[in-house]
């Protein structure tokens, strides 16, 4: 951890990349289940001294009639691209209200242990109807009740992942003292969402805790974030627009006690790089030819909780319908970035699209162009740094690592060499002390059963 | 897979191996989180052309101040041996009882993808109040609710790996056409414990199925896996106990329709070897010498459900206690098996400590007598192959793979080199045919939300 305040990067994998056809673009277009391509975008990242690989997460199927989207579970893909690499962060994406706490704190935490320090956790809540249909066929909980849960759910993995001190575990040979159980507590977490005894059954991982990232620019997630997290994931289209929620989410942090410091906040953006801007023009207007317009306009509108014949290709969006009515919160926040985008340059539904709607700053440029653009951001904190997003993987990464990498490497704001093992390290984050360090409660529960469990196998 | 009949062998790691002080002859006796260490293990399973690597599992801490136990999440360590081992098959512990089904089958089936089709769950349902106590604080369910679960589950689970059909993914760059939604299906199941939609958010997994694999010895666990598994993991400490046992159950695989040789009975094994008898015993003696004696007593009255002070070392077992009054589920399986044994060979409670008791069937002797009891067994049909305990890994385990491998070779029981490249065809099984194959139903849900999946990372 240098003085100087340095750039991170992460590479935001998404399906085969973000463009919708990309895939149409690829030697293998099954890549989506073959370990060789994950394999090479994270070596790819890790040449290019990136932060880390951040998978996103759906938990149901959706459009795979027109394309991939992530597949394989993130925790999984991350303990392969782990044996993979040896300095590139494993940022995975996990949902509070579709998961245990317990099994998730023992899944980062084991693949903490697994890649020598090198994960985080990803919290999102999933606010979406298909996942629930595959959870128990009810409706997702709603958004107050989903963020509840979220902020227990976190407390509790948190505790676990605090649950064995660093030197719990002993393993002296000579005395056979395994573990100490002093050292080793029982969280006796007892909430409105959980109940949890405690403790994890793996020691401390690594990092003490893995890092733990929270997604989303609802109120509700950015309270969340500025309370808890250690980097925050958004989607930020305008640079007055992001160095304002710059300021308000540190300064929220900085209320809670927090180093401002210790608590990053990442846009997403989406280069399409050439080396002329007519290159990279030409780049992008390839894969769109490939596109199937009609699916676009159908997802789109699914998006915005309309149906297709509301929308017209060359007409602006219909503001009437999107600003009326009640909205579940499912897709508001999608809306209301929607519109504020397409208001602000006055555009058309085939214009939105062209601009991946309501996800990230999409920058079409050079090396030079893209590179100003983020030290701009940079410097002016409307950023400390960037999920890049590619068009299509590798050949979208591989151009930014090759040559937008140097220029930001020779403006000195981004590292030459990886200067620590861990995610922490790479993001400037200290390592937490247990929560429970010092205290005296004994907690081992080493007689109630042991070799019962032997016999379960 | 040839036509004659061959001895199937896994290797089961339970913490650093069986022996509970193996630990304390660990040049790492921290191995538990040690990557290397599980390597090892599973370069040295695959060096000796065995079956598969077989993690147990538990979802609570118990013990800690004496031993090790598994502590990483099975299927994260998996795939990290996935990476480091071209054949063998890895065998995942996980509960039906703490975990969602769809989570549970895109784990498994990521993992299978990564391997290139070397997965097998081994579906236990988790009789232990610890771990419930990690899961909302309740007790476990009873074990009638716990089976009518687990039966219930593993239908799902089986539905959503069948939810895609094999040739689903197309991935045609010219026409665009990623999946075809009339080989992607619905599962729409609605039960009493789970309702679940599908299909799976992952294409189907190079064995179809991952392996399906039981453990566990009472009736409703029995009952189960005839039904439903592709091998059921028994502890038997009898020749005639375990034909009878084998018998029963492949019978009763007969009676759901199966094909009995699709069906691997796998009792454990625990052999401890030496070059002589004395030196096996030797081995025996020196670990058993670095046990904690109150400590293995307390953990076996536990199991037991009985107070330390009603167990002394050198008395029978207190039958009367455990013969009288109701008992919980929850240890009454061991406490069959560890009566049974002790009644039948009149053993004090110190020399059933020794024998590892209620749990896999010790074989302390050379590589020629391990190997002839193996072959009894196989040709004498109480065992289609085993589970291989080891005292302590690697040590244990190379010593099987050095000198017990070559003689079942010799004896024409056991594979010279691996014949596929799945665990399917190293268990002879066959590859299921997806049961959606042919249906027409279309339940492409692309048009509800994709873009707003993009927004939320």
């Given at each position: 951890?240098?003085a100087?305040?340095?750039l991170?990067?992460?590479t ?15 030697d293998?277009?099954?890549s ?14 890790e040449?290019?001294k990136?932060?880390?690989?951040f ?14 989207a ?5 925790t999984?893909?991350l303990?392969a691209?782990?044996?993979v690499t040896?300095?590139v962060?494993?940022?995975?994406t ?8 317990y099994?998730?704190?023992r899944?980062?935490?084991?693949v ?9 956790w990803?919290?999102v ?5 298909d996942?629930?249909?595959?959870f128990g066929?009810g ?16 407390d509790?993995v ?6 064995w001190?660093?030197?719990?575990l002993?393993a002296d040979r000579?005395?056979?003292r ?6 080793v507590?029982a ?11 405690g403790p994890?059954n793996l ?5 003490g ?10 109120e509700?997630?950015?309270a969340?974030a500025a309370r808890?997290?250690d980097?925050v994931f ?8 992001a160095?304002?929620?710059y300021?308000d ?19 997403g953006?989406y ?7 007519g290159e990279?023009?030409?780049?992008k ?9 009609s699916a676009?306009l159908?997802?789109?509108?699914g998006?915005l909780g ?5 929308l017209?290709?060359d ?5 009437d319908l ?17 519109v504020?985008l397409a ?8 214009e939105?699209?062209d601009r991946n709607p309501?996800?990230h700053?999409?920058?079409?440029g050079?090396p030079?162009t893209?590179?100003d653009?983020?030290e701009r951001?940079f ?6 740094g960037?999920?890049?997003n590619?068009d299509?993987?590798?050949?979208g990464?591989?151009?930014?690592v090759?040559h ?5 490497q020779r ?6 060499e990886?200067e620590?093992?861990t995610l922490?390290e790479?993001y400037?984050?200290?390592r937490?002390?247990?929560?429970y ?8 529960t080493?007689t109630?059963?042991?070799?019962a ?5």
């Amino acid at each position: 951890m240098s003085a100087a305040r340095t750039l991170h990067l992460n590479t935001n994998v998404t399906g085969t990349g973000r463009h919708p056809a990309g895939w149409r673009t690829l030697d293998n277009p099954k890549s989506i289940i073959d370990l060789a391509f994950f394999t090479k975008i994270a070596q790819t990242a890790e040449r290019g001294k990136l932060d880390a690989v951040f998978l996103s997460d759906a938990l149901a199927l959706r459009g795979h009639a027109h394309g991939p989207a992530q597949s394989l579970e993130p925790t999984v893909l991350l303990t392969a691209l782990a044996a993979v690499t040896r300095h590139v962060g494993l940022i995975g994406t996990a949902s509070t209200t579709f998961n245990d706490p317990y099994n998730l704190a023992r899944r980062f935490a084991s693949v903490d242990h697994l890649s020598a320090g090198r994960v985080a956790w990803n919290a999102v809540t999933t606010y979406d109807t298909d996942a629930a249909g595959n959870f128990g066929g009810g409706a997702a909980l709603d958004k107050t009740a989903r963020y509840e849960r979220a902020a227990e759910f976190v407390d509790v993995v948190q505790k676990l992942w605090d649950s064995w001190e660093d030197d719990a575990l002993i393993a002296d040979r000579t005395s056979g003292r395994y573990a100490d159980p002093t050292r080793v507590h029982a969280i006796a977490h007892d909430g409105p969402h959980f109940q949890v005894r405690g403790p994890l059954n793996l020691p401390r991982s690594p990092q003490g805790r893995p890092v733990l990232v929270q997604a989303g620019g609802s109120e509700a997630g950015v309270a969340l974030a500025a309370r808890h997290a250690d980097a925050v994931f958004t989607a930020q289209t305008t640079f007055d627009g992001a160095q304002a929620f710059y300021r308000d989410i540190k300064a929220r942090a900085v209320g809670h006690g927090r180093n401002p410091d210790h608590f990053l906040i990442l846009p997403g953006l989406y280069p399409v790089i050439g080396g002329t801007l007519g290159e990279a023009r030409q780049r992008k207007a390839e894969m769109d030819a490939l596109l199937d317009r009609s699916a676009e306009l159908a997802k789109f509108a699914g998006a915005l909780g309309v149906t297709s014949d509301a929308l017209q290709l060359d007409a602006p969006l219909p503001y009437d319908l999107l600003d009326s009515g009640t909205r579940s919160d499912v897709s508001s926040g999608f809306i209301r970035s929607t519109v504020l985008l397409a208001r602000s340059e006055n555009l058309t539904v085939r214009e939105l699209l062209d601009r991946n709607p309501g996800a990230h700053r999409m920058l079409v440029g050079t090396p030079e162009t893209i590179a100003d653009d983020i030290e701009r951001w940079f410097a002016g904190r409307a950023a400390d740094g960037f999920n890049l997003n590619a068009d299509v993987f590798p050949s979208g990464l591989a151009a930014f690592v090759d040559h937008v990498v140097p220029l930001l490497q020779r403006k000195g704001i981004f590292r030459r060499e990886y200067e620590g093992t861990t995610l922490r390290e790479h993001y400037g984050l200290p390592r937490p002390t247990s929560r429970y360090a010092g205290r005296a409660d004994v907690t081992d529960t080493a007689t109630s059963g042991a070799l019962a469990s032997h016999v379960a196998i």
